[in-house]
């Protein structure tokens, strides 16, 4: 317990005059939070033009923050401003009372019972979706998978066909992503309409037109399996059921969250099979014994332990979402410092996950070290992609069955081929996205030997 009458400020560094090291953390935010913290620990300050950031590393302090004392933190302004104008107040954005009845009403849409109708649906799209692919063509691998994850989104949570909106959500998508990450134009008054807003403005009109057509349709013709219809007939326990706008948000919420995560892991997971080919060896071997060449399902799910385990370590390299911020309500203590209330508190997945003190050759990527015995070792959040505490991800049980069913379905039949660059240069901002296109060349399998040498590639 941390002496408050002798709590200190956590170190940092001094930076500029008005903008602080908001310069430095705009050029290559992931290596300057990794040189923050080589250099002044696992508790750093530093400042931005209307503030601080307080950085944590350590799983302890993070568990602090998210679990243990998770009442005495929000989301934040800097989360609101983030993502406000396209969530408005669904349950990533919510707070207290409201986001627990919120939470309360979604809930049931990710029941462990209910996902588990979805396997089969996983599986179908994704042979729809392969079936177009052709023999040594070239592809890119994040809009493939895309495509296919907003596709799923679509049909297992709202009931309809949204292969027509993929582009269109997509782009919009991109265009949230890229307004999330800090330029010089967001210090200027929020009413001086810049071209990255008025970007913004008509990527939240295309999204609102699509989440409209699905509402309508499903207020058309509700059913009894689809989260939209849950939510459009779901009542408190003063039966109160949910506005216009909040079905809305909702709605947009799962549209985008249930989607952008699981298409990263999944591209993330080629890349990084596509330099290990003794890895994916190993992996088409399960898959060999397990399913003998049929279709996954959710019952063989169990049987592929090596699978599971190659998903968690392509997570703990490369997690979807970066980072995580919140903001306390009332002053804090973490280790031997004070943090005060309405500061930003920032929390690196990508730092934590490649830190040497829990995982032997960070660098690597070795789905063999995901024992039980590994994950009893290391701190609860050495490893937390889906966040923890109250607010942990609602989806997190839908993306792993997802991403364990379209890698096993897609694995079968298909090698891919990296022939884009063998670095990622990613695009931190509410995910971690890549600038350029993953592009890797389709190869069928049947009738085909690969080279398969043990060789590792370092990750970058």
């Known amino acids: 317990m941390t002496n408050r009458r002798k709590a200190k400020t956590p170190p940092g560094p001094d930076g ?33 033009p209307n503030g601080w950031i307080y950085h944590l590393a350590d799983p302890d302090h993070i568990e602090h923050v998210l679990v243990r004392n998770n009442q005495n933190y929000v989301k934040g302004e800097a989360f609101q401003e983030a993502l406000g104008p396209v969530t408005g107040n669904g349950i990533l954005n919510s707070e207290g009372e409201f986001w627990r009845r919120q939470r309360h009403l979604v809930e049931p849409a990710f029941h462990p019972e209910r996902i588990s109708t979805y396997a089969e649906m996983m599986v179908d799209v994704t042979e729809g979706q392969t079936a177009r692919w052709r023999d040594d063509e070239v592809r890119d691998v994040h809009s493939e998978m895309t495509a296919l994850t907003l596709e799923i989104v679509g049909r297992s949570l709202f009931g309809l ?15 949230v992503m890229d307004a999330s990450e800090f330029s010089l134009a967001d210090l200027l008054p929020k009413e001086v309409p810049t071209p990255g807003r008025r970007r913004l403005e008509n990527a939240v009109e295309t999204l609102d037109r699509v989440v409209a057509r699905i509402i309508r349709e499903r207020k058309r013709n509700p059913t009894d399996d689809d989260v939209v219809s849950m939510l459009l007939s779901a009542r408190d326990e003063e039966g109160e059921g949910m506005s216009d706008r909040q079905v809305r948000d909702e709605v947009m919420t799962l549209l985008l969250a249930g989607h952008e995560t699981t298409a990263l892991a999944l591209t993330f997971t080629f890349f990084v099979l596509a330099q290990n080919p003794g890895v994916e060896e190993k992996l088409l071997a399960e898959l060999d014994d397990v399913l003998g060449g049929d279709r996954p399902t959710m019952a ?33 203590y973490v280790g031997d410092y004070r943090i005060p209330a309405g500061v930003t508190v920032s929390m690196s997945q990508y730092h934590v996950h490649r830190d040497p003190r829990w995982y032997d050759d960070p660098m690597a990527f070795r789905p063999e070290r995901w024992t039980d015995g590994f994950r009893e070792s290391i701190p609860r959040l050495a490893y937390f992609p889906f966040a923890a505490g109250p607010r942990r991800c609602i989806g997190d049980r839908f993306a792993m069955l997802e991403a364990r069913l379209v890698l096993a379905t897609i694995l079968q039949e298909f090698h891919l081929e990296l022939v884009s660059s063998p670095a990622l240069d990613l695009q931190p901002s509410i995910t971690a996205r890549p600038q350029n296109p993953v592009q890797m060349k389709i ?3 049947e009738g085909t030997q690969w080279d398969v040498s043990e060789t590792e590639v370092e990750i970058s």
Do not use: C
């Not at 705009?26 to 400042?47: L, S």
């Not at 799910?301 to 979402?321: A, G, H, I, K």
């Open 16 to 48: 500029l005059p008005v903008v602080g090291s908001l310069h430095e953390f705009a050029r290559d935010q992931f290596e300057f939070e990794r040189r923050m913290h080589r250099e002044y620990g696992d508790v750093v300050r530093w400042k931005i």
């Open 443 to 445: 190869h069928e399998r």
């Open 300 to 332: 063989d799910l169990n049987d592929l332990t090596y699978l599971e385990q190659v998903v968690q370590e392509s997570m703990r390299l490369y997690p979807p979402v970066p980072g995580i911020v919140r903001e306390p309500v009332e002053d804090d």
């Open 161 to 175: 066909d949204l292969s027509d909106e993929s582009e269109r959500v997509g782009d919009a998508l991109e265009v």
